[in-house]
């Protein structure tokens, strides 16, 4: 079954740049998407077909997919940014969300 | 604007059934597939199966076959999801997402409901 991998956790300090990768093979052929949960609540879509971003989003969020990783990129992080963030694709017969990263904001 | 309004919390047995219903309003209900997505305590998302409320049509993860069933009602436009042969492994909280795909689905959440914790202990 398809996989997507996610590193567990990163770090960034307030007003920094943050990365999250996610890897599958062959990722650069279909769409990536990035989601967006804080404890206890449902998850909120903040980058679909690799690049886009939802009207409600803000623009310090954006989204790339190249060389089978895609990467989410939060530029000027703020302390309200600290949650989970799940990569998602579809593989054709099923949607397949990565493990998951934590991003903390110290 | 959309909305997903999923119902309460459930707690179950070893070996039951459970029901979980997710009504939607704010769009044309058969429009949009509906997915659904677990999450147990502590742990990441996982994608269950989707169903086209508008011909009832289904699919699910292949970890779920055969004790996932997805209906529909389109004269409420509610979507139930109903899990068969509990264990404490199915103790999560069930979230329905809508498709973005208008008619054929994208395989992206941009609304979900607000969750349903089902929980299994003997």
């Known amino acids: 079954s398809y996989e997507l991998t996610q590193p567990p956790s990163v770090s960034v300090s307030p007003g920094q740049t943050a990365n999250i990768t996610c890897s599958g093979n062959?990722?650069?052929?279909?769409?990536a998407f990035w989601y967006q949960q804080k404890s206890g609540q449902s998850p909120v879509l903040v980058i679909f077909?690799?690049?886009k971003r939802p009207s409600k989003i803000p623009a310090r969020f954006s989204g790339s997919n190249s060389g089978n990783t895609a990467t989410l990129t939060i530029i000027g992080t703020q302390a309200m940014d600290e949650a989970d963030y799940y990569c998602?694709?579809?593989?054709?017969?099923?949607?397949?969300f990565g493990g998951g990263t934590r991003l903390t904001v110290l | 604007q959309v909305q997903l309004v999923q119902s309460g919390s459930e707690v179950k047995k070893p070996g039951a059934s459970v029901k979980v219903s997710c009504k939607a309003s704010?769009?044309?209900?058969?429009?949009?597939?509906m997915h659904w997505v677990r999450q147990a305590p502590g742990k990441g998302l996982e994608w269950m199966g989707k169903?086209?409320?508008?011909?009832?049509?289904?699919s699910f993860a292949q970890k779920f076959q055969g004790r996932l069933t997805l209906t529909r009602d389109t004269s409420t436009s509610t979507v139930h999801m109903e899990m068969s042969s509990l264990t404490s492994d199915d103790t999560a909280v069930y979230f329905c997402?809508?498709?973005?795909?208008?008619?054929?689905?994208?395989?992206?959440?941009?609304?979900w409901g607000q969750g349903t914790q089902v929980s299994v202990s003997s």
């Open positions: 997402a809508r498709d973005e795909g208008i008619a054929v689905a994208k395989h992206y959440f941009d609304n």
């Open positions: 704010g769009y044309i209900f058969t429009n949009y597939y």
């Open positions: 169903i086209n409320p508008s011909g009832g049509s289904t």
């Open positions: 062959y990722l650069t052929e279909k769409y």
């Open positions: 077909q690799d690049t």
């Open positions: 998602q694709a579809w593989d054709f017969t099923s949607v397949v």
